[in-house]
């Protein structure tokens, strides 16, 4: 008897418009099939491999019409003698029914639950979400001293792809930059506060992730550490506002529409929280296309009230 002729019985006893005086007719081949296609099992876990999606020919959610022609198969192929016992029949086809709706529902669950998980942490390049042995090597051979940045402190980056080359085309005086984040400190533990959407960041919402991940080896060409000469206030200040930005689920302005303040593209971000913070509205310089006013990457640390303390360009 073949494998497939083995599942006969699971796929008749699937269709719920079965009559249970045909399955018992059928009763003696049932008990054959089931036999069968559990010493199949047994040998396939043996081998390493568990089965757990329904080994009928046609699947987990086969056609009706298919399942009354395995059926017709099954009354031409095996027409075995009857067992006298009504009670151990009805038994077969309740015991192998629940054992086709288990393997379905653990079949549902894994197949789920591998969904979920590669949705959650599988890393897809440009943007990874972790990094490898030699990334992680990478990033720590670039020297940066994490307990030597504060809270507020500004990290650019230079980001790898289309769009980040087509941002340094929108810097006034220095094109280095295409990002920008804010130090944010967690159980002493350095984090960037940065807003991002596309590809990058599906939700739009503004994001808080560590500063390696930030300055990722495989997604960025360089980054650069500046802080402003604000007091311990206004530095405290700064940082709580992007603590309620955050919190709010601030989201990545697409249009760059500085009018608004629900929505914020990153140096916009940064640009608004630290003029509330000085209470100085020309702390920082805006840059204009067509009479628009905007933020410029460079506008943040190219100002008296800025300088430089770590810059890197990965190899």
Not at 28 to 41: D, K, M, Q, V
Not at 69 to 87: D, E, H
Not at 92 to 117: H, K, N, S
Not at 213 to 239: M, S
Request: hydrophobic share 40%; proline share 4%.
């Amino acid at each position: 008897m073949s494998k497939a002729t083995a599942n006969i019985g699971y796929v008749l006893l699937r269709n719920q418009s079965v009559n249970l005086a045909e399955a018992t007719q059928r009763r003696g081949a049932l008990w054959i099939a089931f036999f069968e296609s559990f010493l199949y099992r047994v040998l396939l876990v043996c081998n390493g491999f568990i089965p757990f999606v329904p080994s009928h020919p046609f699947g987990m959610a086969g056609p009706i019409c298919l399942e009354r022609w395995v059926k017709t198969l099954f009354s031409q192929q095996l027409a075995f003698p009857l067992l006298p016992q009504q009670a151990s029949s009805y038994l077969c086809v309740l015991v192998m029914i629940a054992i086709d709706r288990i393997r379905q529902g653990i079949f549902t669950v894994v197949f789920g639950l591998f969904v979920f998980y590669t949705l959650r942490y599988i890393d897809f390049n440009p943007y990874p979400k972790w990094l490898t042995e030699h990334q992680l090597a990478q990033w720590k051979g670039a020297g940066l001293d994490e307990a030597s940045l504060m809270e507020g402190d500004l990290v650019l980056r230079h980001s790898k792809g289309f769009v980040a080359d087509a941002i340094l085309t929108f810097q006034t005086q220095d094109p280095q930059y295409s990002h920008s984040g804010i130090v944010k400190k967690i159980n002493g533990e350095t984090f960037i506060y940065h807003a991002t959407g596309g590809e990058e960041n599906v939700s739009q919402k503004m994001k808080c992730e560590p500063i390696a991940i930030y300055c990722h080896p495989a997604a960025t060409y360089k980054f650069g550490v500046f802080r402003w000469d604000l007091t311990e206030t206004q530095r405290n200040d700064f940082v709580a506002i992007l603590d309620r930005y955050y919190k709010s689920g601030m989201e990545f302005d697409l249009d760059f529409d500085m009018t608004t303040d629900s929505k914020m593209y990153c140096s916009e971000m940064i640009y608004k929280a630290l003029i509330v913070a000085t209470n100085d509205t020309s702390y920082i310089d805006l840059s204009n296309v067509l009479d628009k006013p905007y933020v410029a990457i460079d506008n943040l640390y190219l100002n008296a009230h800025c300088h430089s303390i770590f810059k890197y360009e990965y190899e």
